[in-house]
C-alpha cells in the first residue's frame, strides 16, 4: 500500500475503466463492465460498436474519432451523436492532433464545437495526445490548445488515446492542462497509469479522472 490520504474508494470515484482494444470482443466488454461494477468505479469506456450495453451502476463512455482524431470533424459529431442516441452518457473525442502541431487552433476549436453542438450537454472530454504535443510543438501549444478546447465547450480535457508513440499521461502535462482550464474544467488522465504511485501522483497534479485499463492492480494500491 502507498502511503498517501486518498483511498480505494476515492481513486475509483474518478476512474473510467477502459476497453478499446482493436480486437476487443463483445464478450471482453462484458466482462469489463462486470469488473466495473466489482470495482466500484466511475464509468466503463468502450468503443461505439459495443453499444448499446447496460452498464447498471456506472456511466457509460465512448470514444469519437479514436485513436487518430484524423476524421472529419462531422464525422465525429455523426459518430459522438449515434452513440448518445444508443446510451453514451460521456463521449471522449480526439482532436486533429496535425492541426494543433502547425498551430491552426481555429480548426481545433472548430472540431470540438462541431461535436460539442452535437451532443448537447452530455459529458464531452477532448483527447489531445499531450506527450505529442511536448514532443513536437512544445508546452505552450498544450496550453493553448486546453484553452480553445475549453471555449467550445469541453468538460474536460484529456492527455491521451493510450495509443500514440509518444506515450501517454505525464505529470507535466496534467499540471499544464490544469493551469490552462483553471477549476471549471476537468482533467482526465490516460495512457500508461499501472501503478497506484502514478496515480497518486496524477490527482495531485490536477487530474480529476483516470482511464485505466488496469484498473484493479492500481485500486489495490490504496488502502480501504
Not at 464525422?75 to 502547425?102: P, S
Not at 505552450?140 to 493510450?162: F, I
Not at 500508461?192 to 490527482?203: K, Q, Y
Amino acid at each position: 500500500m502507498i502511503t498517501t490520504d486518498l483511498t480505494r474508494r476515492d481513486v475509483a470515484a474518478l476512474i473510467d475503466h477502459t476497453l478499446l482494444k482493436p480486437e476487443a470482443t463483445r464478450a471482453d466488454a462484458e466482462a469489463t463492465v462486470a469488473e466495473a461494477a466489482d470495482l466500484g468505479v466511475y464509468a466503463v469506456c468502450l468503443s461505439p460498436s459495443m453499444l448499446p450495453i447496460d452498464t447498471g451502476e456506472q456511466k457509460t463512455c465512448v470514444a469519437a474519432g479514436f485513436p487518430s482524431g484524423k476524421h472529419h470533424s462531422l464525422v465525429k459529431a455523426a459518430e459522438a451523436r449515434l452513440a448518445v442516441d444508443t446510451g453514451a452518457e460521456e463521449v471522449d473525442m480526439v482532436i486533429d492532433v496535425g492541426a494543433a502541431v502547425d498551430g491552426r487552433f481555429d480548426e481545433v476549436f472548430a472540431d470540438v464545437l462541431t461535436v460539442r453542438e452535437a451532443i448537447g450537454d452530455v459529458v464531452l472530454k477532448v483527447i489531445i495526445e499531450s506527450a505529442a504535443l511536448l514532443e513536437f510543438a512544445g508546452p505552450d501549444t498544450v496550453t493553448e490548445v486546453c484553452r480553445r478546447a475549453a471555449q467550445a465547450g469541453a468538460t474536460m480535457v484529456k492527455t491521451s488515446t493510450g495509443f500514440h508513440p509518444s506515450g501517454g499521461a505525464s505529470v507535466e502535462a496534467v499540471r499544464l492542462m490544469r493551469a490552462a482550464v483553471g477549476e471549471t474544467v476537468g482533467v482526465k488522465a490516460s495512457g500508461g497509469i499501472r501503478t497506484p504511485e502514478f496515480a497518486a501522483e496524477l490527482i495531485g497534479a490536477g487530474a480529476t479522472r483516470l482511464g485505466l485499463s488496469g484498473s484493479r492492480a492500481v485500486l489495490d494500491g490504496f488502502a480501504d
